[in-house]
């Protein structure tokens, strides 16, 4: 190889070394701002726009699933057999540890004959 010839490979070499060095500082820069950013939805609380009237009727999900259930005369292990479900689930679902998904919540209202909306409706 020349030497015109191995400056170059040197000359390109450290080229593609300086422009990966660029990337890699780009990247981390733009990660650490990405972490410092707050979430869009932090400052968000649907409480500030809520009536004393309203914070008396509000009803947690699992009030609201207990309610429908025994309005509808359904036990706990019914609603569990019907959605496929076990009943500890069901009982999760009512006393609040834990919510159903959203394909249980429609099922749930299939089962109690309401829409979906509705279902939702009842929490606020």
Known sequence: MS?????????????????L????????LIVRYANRR?????NYSPAEN????????RKTLGETLKELRTEKNMTQEFVAESLGVSRQAVSKWENGSSEPSTSNLIAIAKLYEIPPEELL????
């Open 38 to 42: 707050k979430p869009l939805n932090q």
């Open 3 to 19: 030497v015109i010839g191995s400056r170059l490979v040197l000359f390109f070499g450290l080229g593609f070394l300086v422009s």
């Open 121 to 124: 409706k009842k929490l606020v």
């Open 21 to 28: 060095i660029i990337l890699i500082v780009a990247v981390v």
């Open 50 to 57: 809520v009536t004393p009237r309203q914070e008396e009727i």
